[in-house]
C-alpha cells in the first residue's frame, strides 16, 4: 500500500508538472483563434457525427435524417455532465486512490486530459460553463447543502478572508511596483480584486481528509464553515472590488460607501434568505394534500432567494444559505418524511455533480484557453497566498482562543491553514473578471495556477500531514458496551458540570428567541403548531428518518432483542469482549441505559461527510428509545398522530397476542419492554412525553385487541421492512397488547417507577426485554426470537 | 446579574485558586458571579437546593451525583473554593506538564485526579469500592421523562 500511495503521489506530481509544461506551451505557442461561442462538441466520445445526409435529387422524403443542431447544447450538457460522473464513479472503484488523491485533483486531472485532447485537435471547450452559468445553477446548488453554522466560523470567514484579500492584494500591490516583473500597470484596485478572488478558500479535498483521518470536529466544522461563508463574503468583496476597479479615481467617501455597501450585501443576503424561508415555511404549512411538489417548493423557493439577491446585487450566496437554514427549521416539520428525503437526496446529487463538472471544467479550461505567464507575478502570487493564510490564521485564533473552550491548539491552526484550498469559486470569479481589465489573462491564468497548485500539492500533502502531526482526532471506536455506558455517563457529568457553570450568556438569547419563536412564529408558520410540538414532531421527524435509513439498510434478519449483542458482534471486526454477564443481563443493562439516557447536548454536529446522508447516530437512539417507550405506554387512540414506528414494534408482537393469550397473566403489564426493537443496536432515544398517559394495568380479557393488526399481521411473512410501509394504514386505535406477561406492575405513574418496579419486585421476574417467544416462528419466522431465560439480578 | 451584596473575591484569593486549581484570572472571576449568581442566601456558601435550583441539572440522571460531588463528607455548605476545587477536576488536561517533582501534589485536573472524581461518582456510599449494586443503580435512573423533552429543546 505504501509504494502505491507513494507511486499515486509521485503520478500526481508528475501529472502537475506535464500541466505545467502543457501551459507553458499554450501560452507560447500558437493559439489558435478561437470563436466567441463554441458550438462543436468536442470529440471526446465518437458520436455519430455532424454531417446530415445528403439529400436525394429528387428531394424524395428522406427515410432517417439527423438534426443535431437541434438537441446540441442539451446534448452536449448531458454528455459532459455524463463523463464527469463517470469519473467519479471510476475513482471510488478503486478505492485506494481516493485515499491518497483527493477527487478534485483527479477531477482537474481528468479535466486537463480532456482539454488537452481537445486542444490538440483544435477543438473549443464547450460554452457551457459561462460564468453566469456557473453562478446562476451551480453556485446555488452546492451551498444548500450545508446547514451548520456557528458564530466563530463567521468569524474566521468573514475577517480571514477580508484580512487575506487585503494583504494578498497590497503585498502584490508592492511587488508590481518592482520594474523587473513587468506589471507595473496593475494598480491597487485591480490587485485587490484580484487577491479577492483567490483568498476564497474552498476546503473540498481538505473535508475529505479531515474526515478520513478523523480529525476532531471542532476543527472540521470550523474549516468546513468558513469555506461556506467565505463564499458569500469573497463574492461582496469582488462586486465591491470590480465595482471600484472601474473607477477611475477613488474617494475616501468611496472606501466608506464600499464598506457601508459591504454590511448592507451582506445583512440583505440574510434578510433576504429568511423572508423567502418564511414565506416557503408559510406555503408548506397548507401543503398537507398535496404532498408530492413539497420538494419542489423547497426548491424553487431557495433557487428564487438565490436570484432576487442576485437581482439587487446582494450576496446571494448568504441569501441562499439563511433560507436554507430558516427552511430546514421550519419546512422540515411541515413536509413529509418523503419529501425531505427526496429533498435531501436531490440536493446531495446536485452539489455533487455541480462540484464534479466544476473541477472538470477547470481541467478543460486550463489546457485550452489563453495563458499569459508571468513568472514573477504568478509565484509571487502563490507566495502571498500561502503567507498570508497563515499569518491570517494565526492571529485569528489567538483573538478567538480565549473564547473557546477547548482552544486551537498550533496543530489545529496548522490544519487550517494548510487546508486553505483554493477551489471552485476562485476559477468562477476569475472567468467574471470584466474584459475591461487589461491584465485579465494575466490574473485568469494566476487564479489556475494557485488552484491546481494548491489542490494538487496541499490536498495531496495534507493527509500524511495531517496524520503526522497527529492532530487531535475524534475518537470513534466505541466497540464495547462498557464504552459506551460510561461514555454516556461521563457526557451526562459534563454537561451538568456545563450547566452548572452556566457556560455562555448566549444561551439567554437563545432562550429569549425560542420563547418567540415558540410563541409566535411557529403559530403561524406550522401546521399544527402545538405547544411541544418541537419535542415531539423533531422526534417523529428523526423517528421516521430512522425508519427510512433502516429500510434501506435492514438486511431483514435482524433478529430479536438478545441479538443485540450479536448484532454488536457483527459490527466488530475484531475480538468480542467478553462477555461477564448473561446476554439477558447484558440487554438488560443496555435497554436500561437506552431507555433513560437521553440525548447528550451535543456541540458540534458530526458531519459524516459530502457522499453519505447525514447520519445523526443519535437520532438512532431517539427512535429506539420511542420504540421502548411506546411499547410500554399502549394504550388506546392517545398517541399523538402518526407515529410510524408504532406498526414496526406492534407488528412484531401482535403476533404474539394469538399465541400468548394462553399464557397471559391476568395482568396486562403495560411498561413492559417485551420487544425491544430490532433497531436497538442503534442506540438510545428519549422518551416523548405523550407516553408520559400511561394507563396501568388492564385485565387481559380474552385477548380482544389483535384488531389494528390486521395490517400488520400481514406482514409476518415480510421483512420489518414491510412493516413500515403499512404504517399509512395504521389508525391509532389499537389497543394496548399483552406483554410481557411474567410480571406484574402495579403501576399508576408509568414511565419512572417502571424500573424500580422492575427491581423492587422480586417476585416477579426480571423484566424481559424480549417476550417469551412462544411458538413465534410459525408466525413470524423473521422474528427471530431465541428463548431467554432472563436471569434475575 | 445585578449587585449583590457579598463580598467581591479579594486578588490574594484569586491568586491562591491560580494556583491551586488552575484557572485562569478571567474564568475565576467568571466562575465567581456564576457562583454569587446561584448563591441565594447570599451568604457565600452554596447549599444543595442551591444546585438543584439549575434547571438543566435537574433533569440531568446524574444530577445528584454531581452536586453531591461538590460537598465533602458530611457537610451541607460548599464555599467558592471547595465549588473551584470540584470545577478544577474538569480542566482539560495538561500533557505538557512532565511532573517533574514527582512528590509534589498532582494538579487538579491530573488524570489520576479525574478518574478518582468518576470514581466517586459512582461509589455512593464512599467506601471506596464500586459495588455490583451501585454499578447497575448508575446505570438505572430515574425516568426522567418529561424534563427530557425539555432537554431535547437544547
Known sequence: LRSLGVFIRQAGTLLFICMILILLHGSRGEIPSKPIAATILPSVKPDGGVQAYPEDQKNNLPMFTMNYPRIQIPFEITLWVLLASFAKIGFHVYHKITIWVPESCLLISIGLIVGAIMHSVHEEPPAVLTSNVFFLYMLPLIVLDFVAVFMQVLWFAVVGTLWNSIGIGISLFAICQIPAFGVQDINLQENLLFSAIISAVDPVAVLNVFEDVSVNEQLYIVVFGECLFNDAVTVVLYNMFSFVAEMPVVEPVDVFIGVARFFIVGLGGMAFGILFGFVAAFTTRFTSKVREIEPLFVFMYSYLAYLVAELFAISSIMAIITCALTMKYYVEENVSQRSCTTIRHVIKMLASISETLIFFFLGVVTITTDHEWNWGYILFTLLFAFVWRGLGILVLTQIINPFRTIPFNMKDQFGLAYGGLRGAVSFALAFTLPDTIGRKQLFVTATIAVILFTVFLQGISIRPLIEFINVRRTNRNLETINVEIHGRLMEHTIAGIEDLCGQWSRFYWKDKFMKFNNRILRKILIRDSRAESSIVALYKKLELQNAMEILDTASGDISAAPSIVSLYEEKKSSSKPQKKFLAADLKNMHDILSKNMYKIRERTVAYRGKHALPNDNHTREILIRRHVSIRRSLRPGSFQSSYFSLPAGKSLESTFPAARRSYADDHETLSEVAYPSQRSRFGKPARSSSSKAMIPLRRLGTLEEVPSTDVLNEDSSSTEQGVFRTNSSYSDSHVPRPRRLNSSFDNNNGSADDLRNVHEEPSSPPPGWAAEPRDNTARNPLLRRPQWTPKRK | ?154
Not at chain 2, 7 to 16: A, W
Open chain 2, 1 to 154: 446579574m445585578g449587585s449583590r451584596a457579598s463580598r467581591l473575591l479579594r486578588e490574594e484569593e484569586i491568586e491562591e485558586i491560580k494556583k491551586e486549581t488552575g484557572f485562569s484570572h478571567s474564568q475565576i472571576t467568571r466562575l465567581y458571579s456564576r457562583f454569587t449568581s446561584l448563591d441565594k442566601g447570599e451568604n457565600g456558601t452554596l447549599s444543595r437546593e442551591d444546585f438543584q435550583r439549575i434547571p438543566e441539572l435537574a433533569i440531568n440522571p446524574l444530577g445528584d451525583r454531581i452536586i453531591n460531588a461538590f460537598f465533602p463528607e458530611g457537610e451541607d455548605q460548599v464555599n467558592f473554593r471547595g465549588f473551584m476545587r470540584t470545577l478544577a477536576h474538569f480542566r482539560p488536561i495538561e500533557d505538557n506538564e512532565k511532573n517533574k517533582n514527582p512528590s509534589a501534589t498532582e494538579p487538579l485536573n491530573s488524570r489520576t485526579n479525574k478518574l478518582l472524581f468518576a470514581f466517586r461518582l459512582y461509589d455512593l456510599d464512599r467506601d471506596d469500592k464500586i459495588s455490583r449494586d451501585e454499578l447497575l443503580q448508575v446505570l438505572e435512573k430515574v425516568d426522567v421523562e418529561q424534563k427530557m423533552s425539555i432537554r431535547f429543546l437544547h
